[in-house]
């Protein structure tokens, strides 16, 4: 017997939980799964029966391929020598067999000894022998007509052959064994089923006095994925996400082991185990429903399960919804993080087909707005529909269609929103309505401070953009210009927004009507930022226009003054360490060339005269270079001391700090 399916209860994440339930006689129930559902279906089955009896066990078809199933048997048939391989596997085994030959059918019964056949035509030449009574006989494969195995295990593993052989089917059973008598079963679990959705409808009229109303209808929109009908079900549509996976359970797994070899082992001493100072806590009881699922496989506790079934036939109260053209059957309810549509009517939906329910109408004001950021759409705004959600309903994202005064005037998507939370659709873009938009961003020094050794400036970023409105509709509007807020910038000389959200400004402009219908607006707004430079790259002028500019006072700008003073003196140090590095190797490559020379002179005559020369020039050259040597020293040391003083300075002018990165 089939359960037939009582409740349904579909998510948006393709999840679905199905209860079915009804009356058993017997000790067995058999439910229908595809193959892909196995997984979700033993990750979450709980069944249990409210009339006392037991569910003892839950056996499922096993997700063995065909080539394993044949490969377990003692006999394997292939498809072009069927009655050869069977006669070769029955070998040993006791068969009858009909003969048809000249003298009429006859009947042998015996074991099969083997099988000879040739490579060509194996059933003209084809011989069996057959161990009888009478000894071994002999028979052409050509006049077998009957085999019919005898051995009980033979008949068995032929049985098995071919149920194996069957090809796999899509469906696979789940029986629940259950005791002996009448049982009212209940079975829930989970189910892979595609997302539920919803469409909503807006029907506005503009009244005599210039307010507008509408009718806001939903429509949950689900899918019959079962090979049954639904006939008379509760469904419920949650909104949502809960975490959902899948495990595969349905497909054995069987871990590979290391391999051990037997080793010789030598008797050792008896080996103890140390005793733990405390004793393991005893496992955590288990959750409240699973003890009770726990408790009535064993034939205990019944009567809470009878109970806390009916309690959950209960939660399906039947309640009218609000009735504006279409009579809504749709409860809503918070679960925590989710929200619950439950279909207060029970729904019929035959196989293969889907089904729209309502579960909201509701009367509710609106307005008509128009927003405009040039980031979604340039140069037009759009069309904006407000209102709050007055309903006690979490409302789902979904698409929905606006009509007002009885003509279509666009589309939308609702996004999710919760009871009480205000909602805005952007139905049409108004070509009425025109928006030229420039932007600028200027840099401006605020003030320079010292970081260590460097120049600290402080500098605002200001970004204007100017919006020129032109409406050629035959009314006034008021344009909401919609500007991103970005971190760290902050209003300039403006007024404040008519509204803020988490990613933008708004103001409300008033555009009269066109033709000639303009309207202007600017939106200013501004940055602190930071620059370094170093101070050793500051010059008497540009420190002059920091002064002009009032960037610096005069007490720093004095420190700085003194500080380029000391620059400037250690530069021409510098300037002057580097003129005598140049002379030394200039001094030093007229001694080597002197040195080379002399060295082929004599010490007499004309030669040991310009020997004479040499020897002068070298002294001489030897006291320039010592004269050198000794200004290069006291220089260096003046400039060490210079680096101390321009540090100090510098300490002076601001707090240490690290440089910038």
Known sequence: MILPIRQLTLYKHGISVVERGGAVTGESATLTFHRDQMNDVLKS??????????????????????????????????????????????????????????????????????????????????????????????????????????????????????????????QRTVTLRLSEGEHDLVVRYLAPSPTWRVSYRLVGDLAED???????????????????????????????????????????????????????????APIEMERAKMMMPPPAPASAPM??????????????????????????????????STEVSAQG?????????????????????????????????YRKEHIYNGQKHPRHPVVVLRFQNESDLTLERGPI????????IGEAIFPFTRPKSEVLLAVAVDLGVSVREESETTRETHQITIQNQYLL??????????????????????????????????????????????QHYRWQVEVPAGPGGEAKFEVRERRLEQRYEQLAHLSYDNLAYYLRNRWLDEALGGGLRDLLNL???????????????????????????????????????????????????????????????SERTRLRADDATLEQRIQAQIAALGSPAAPPK
């Open 45 to 170: 089955l709980v069944a249990f029966d409210r009339s006392g009896g037991q569910i003892r066990t839950i056996a499922y078809d096993a997700p063995e391929e065909r080539e394993e199933k044949l490969a377990r048997g003692s006999i394997h048939l292939s498809d072009k020598s069927t009655l050869l391989d069977l006669l070769r596997d029955l070998r040993g085994r006791v068969i009858h067999i009909h003969t048809t030959v000249e003298a009429g059918d006859v009947g042998l019964m015996g074991t099969v000894v083997g099988l000879d056949v040739g490579e060509k035509h194996p059933f003209k030449r084809g011989r069996l022998s057959l161990l009888t009574e009478a000894g071994i006989q002999v028979l052409h494969i050509n006049d077998i007509a009957v085999v019919q195995p005898v051995d009980a295990q033979a008949k068995s593993d032929l049985a098995f052959f071919l149920r194996a052989s069957i090809a796999e089917p899509e």
């Open 210 to 268: 210039g307010t507008r109303r509408a009718l806001l209808q939903g429509w949950g929109i689900f899918d019959n994925p079962f090979d049954e009908a639904l006939e008379n079900v509760h469904v419920t549509l949650v909104a949502g996400m809960p975490i959902s996976f899948v495990y595969d359970l349905y497909t054995p797994f069987t871990p590979d082991r290391p391999v051990v070899r037997e080793e010789a082992r030598v008797t050792t």
């Open 291 to 324: 003890m009770r699922a726990m408790a009535q496989s064993a034939g205990e506790g019944s009567r809470m399960m009878r109970e806390e079934a009916e309690m959950a036939y209960d939660t399906f109260s039947l309640q009218d919804g609000l009735s504006a």
């Open 333 to 365: 309810e918070a679960q925590g993080d989710l929200f619950e549509y439950r279909i207060a009517h029970p729904v019929t939906v035959q196989r293969g087909e889907a089904a729209m329910v309502p579960i909201l109408s509701t009367l509710i004001p």
């Open 401 to 408: 269609t606006v009509v007002e005064n009885n003509s279509y």
């Open 457 to 502: 400036f402080h500098e605002y970023s200001t970004r204007r953009t100017k919006y020129e409105v032109s409406n050629s509709n035959a009314e006034t509007i008021f344009l909401q210009i919609e500007y991103p807020r970005t971190q760290g910038f902050e209003l300039l000389d403006m007024p404040a927004p008519t509204e803020t959200t988490e």
């Open 567 to 629: 620059y400037a003196e250690r530069q021409r140090l510098q300037q002057r360490l580097n003129e005598i590095e140049t002379e030394r190797s200039r001094f030093m490559a007229t001694q080597e060339q002197a040195r080379k020379n002399m060295g082929g002179l004599k010490d007499s005559g004309d030669e040991g005269a310009l020997r004479a020369r040499y020897v002068r020039q070298l002294n001489e050259s030897e006291d320039a270079l010592a004269a050198l040597e």
